[in-house]
């Protein structure tokens, strides 16, 4: 079971991009990689298609917890406004950081 519950949202830490443009997330909460929706390989990679491995990894960081992607990658990814009153995620445009509609 998701170590946070069933329709729990996995939570990763946008840490800015590399020197291909690409997005870097640090995952640190929920299933993340492991084998959960349905995947046969690694969760979330089956899920966006992020194979091999070895394409999508940040240098010297465990392949496991952290991973890069293309903009075009990282339709999945919302960010999470932290509002005490209101735990509604907010849709952000991943290029410019505007709410969307």
Not at 32 to 53: E, S
Request: aromatic content about 14%; hydrophobic content about 35%; overall charge negative.
């Amino acid at each position: 079971m998701h170590p946070g519950g069933p329709f729990e949202p996995d939570i990763f830490e946008y840490l800015g991009r590399d020197d291909d443009d690409w997005l870097m997330f640090r995952h640190d909460f929920g299933t993340g990689f492991g084998d959960y929706y349905g995947a046969t390989n690694g969760g979330m990679r089956d899920v966006i298609n992020a194979w091999p491995m070895s394409e999508y990894e940040i240098p010297g960081k465990d392949v496991y917890t952290f991973i890069r992607l293309p903009i075009s990658m990282c339709w999945a990814f919302r960010l999470m406004e932290d509002d005490d009153e209101d735990d509604e995620m907010l849709q952000t445009d991943v290029q410019t950081g505007a709410p969307v509609a």
